[in-house]
């Protein structure tokens, strides 16, 4: 099964200079939490603006068009359909991650939406793609909690995908 999975705020912002505009431990966690265990696929461009650092526990994915791009600890694919080839042998799922070029690519092979939704505006350069919401289901909406570190209110939504 292939699934999206990003926070935005309430203008669709999911990025800024490559890296997150806001800092929600409480997104983190649950990004975690969904990811463990699974491959997740990303830009080159995500990827870097992690630290060119793999995310521990997961088989890493970089969609880039760069033939000779390499990085450790990573796999590399250069197209859409080799991902989704990937995905089909795959057991788990395969959880597209970013960037929007990514996210993009997959819309029409997408099945699940993990969502965040952060209830405030931030200053950034990269937005989700638009979504026909027409042809998904809420399965579950959850907010999350708000302390001293998560200052901004959250909440934690999941969508199937209607049956095509």
Known sequence: MIAFLWAEDQKGLIGKNGTLPWYLPNDLKYFKQATIGQAVVMGRKTFEGMGKKPLPNRINIILTTDKDYHAEGVEVMHSREEVLKFAEGYE?????????????????????LHRTVIEQ??????????????EWTLVRSEAGELDEKNKYPHRFELYKRKTR
């Not at 929007?100 to 099945?111: E, P, T």
């Open 92 to 112: 788990k799922d395969t959880m597209i991650i970013g960037g929007s070029g990514v996210f993009q690519h997959f819309l029409d092979d997408v099945d699940m």
């Open 121 to 134: 505006e931030f200053e950034g350069d990269t937005y989700m793609v638009p979504m026909n919401w027409d």
